[in-house]
């Protein structure tokens, strides 16, 4: 059973504009969420995160959004580079495992 | 290095035959997580172990898979009669036991089972 989903399996937007990412969980007992990026042959990479006492998280041009009630969260990018470009996949815990979705590949064309 | 290390980066092994995947986590990490992607999936959970707690196994696809953490440092994942849906990078990561706290990632065993 997949805890975590991101049912966006690709997404393409221009360089400079937004790019929204975004992930649903259905374990309420997550208390942690994570946002990393994986560039082909390399290992995911740490992005940014966020406790479930935050709605909002933020990083340079990365935001992360978390609505508890709705179990959704979202990552903002803006402006979106060339060099964003990459697979990024939602994390969540409970202090335990991680239980990661299947990902989303971003593009952002020149 | 200062990061999570696994060896070999690379596996090409005939089908049938037994691989042995190596992962040194980051010193002080008493977490350690095993993953594998699959072409074109997500990652998919194996096995996590913490401190000297007996280990999550729950994920593991099969009993020809299996794993062990000596020391509670290095872990050794091991697949024995290798089948071609085997074939993933195989990532391994490790934590910070205490408190809100992101895995590092190695950058994986590709695993090729022909």
């Known amino acids: 059973d997949q805890q975590v989903k991101q049912n966006s399996p690709s997404l393409s937007v221009q360089e400079g504009r937004i790019s929204i990412l975004n992930c649903d969980y259905t374990n309420s007992m997550f208390d942690y969420f994570l946002w990393y990026k994986k560039y082909p042959a390399e290992g995911p990479t740490f992005l940014i995160s966020i406790s479930s006492i935050k709605d909002k998280n933020e990083d340079g041009r990365f935001t992360v959004f978390l609505n508890k009630s709705a179990k959704h969260l979202s990552l903002h990018i803006v402006p979106s580079q060339p060099g964003d470009s990459a697979v990024y996949f939602c994390a969540a815990t409970s202090g335990n495992q991680f239980y990661f979705g299947t990902g989303t590949s971003l593009t952002v064309i020149p | 290095g200062a990061g999570v290390s696994q060896s070999p980066s690379n596996k090409v092994t005939e089908k049938g035959k037994d691989v042995e995947l190596r992962c040194d986590p980051i010193?002080?990490?008493?977490?350690l997580y095993w993953y594998r992607q699959s072409l074109g999936q997500g990652l998919e959970f194996l096995i996590y172990f913490q401190g000297n707690s007996a280990p999550d196994k729950s994920g593991l696809p099969s009993d020809r898979f299996s794993a062990e953490r000596t020391g509670g440092s290095v872990s050794t994942l091991t697949i024995q009669r290798t089948q071609q849906e085997d074939s993933a990078v195989y990532l391994c990561?490790?934590?910070?036991?205490?408190?809100?706290?992101?895995?590092?990632f190695g950058q994986g065993t590709r695993l090729t089972v022909v």
């Open positions: 990561a490790s934590s910070l036991v205490r408190g809100p706290t992101e895995a590092f």
């Open positions: 010193s002080g990490h008493t977490a």
